[in-house]
Nanobody
Framework: VQLQASGGGLAEPGGALRLSCAASGGTLDSYTISWFRQAPGKEREWVST??????VTYYTDSVKGRFTISRDSHTAYLQMNSLKPEDTAIYYC??????????????????WGQGTLVTVSS
């Protein structure tokens, strides 16, 4: 299953964007999907996860209450509201079957989307 991330762009502070992570060659049903991001000059960091099955969601503290992760069989989404300049980054989606304690570990994911750039600036 290959992933294709899209939806990035330029938004003003306080604005919104919705990222998509589309699957090809299969469905996302049996996989946990996570979003990571890499800001300029920084290491990639975990942002959010939605588990397969019960679809339980998790968020890093800096995006709680602003970002919402969701999914269907073929696409995962990251709705980003109340954007801040510090949200500027390349956003990547990833699929895997990590244990709950490993969802932030990049090494446990099987495949990644190519990344989509989000720029928050006035």
């Amino acid at each position: 299953v290959q992933l294709q991330a899209s939806g990035g762009g330029l938004a003003e502070p306080g604005g919104a964007l919705r990222l998509s992570c589309a699957a090809s060659g299969g469905t996302l049903d049996s996989y946990t999907i996570s979003w990571f991001r890499q800001a300029p000059g920084k290491e990639r960091e975990w942002v959010s996860t939605i588990r397969h099955g019960a679809k339980v969601t998790y968020y890093t503290d800096s995006v709680k209450g602003r970002f919402t992760i969701s999914r269907d069989s073929h696409t995962a989404y990251l709705q980003m509201n109340s954007l801040k300049p510090e949200d500027t980054a390349i956003y990547y989606c990833a699929r895997g079957r990590p244990a709950l304690g490993s969802i932030t570990d990049e090494q446990v994911y099987y495949s990644w989307g190519q990344g989509t750039l989000v720029t928050v600036s006035s």
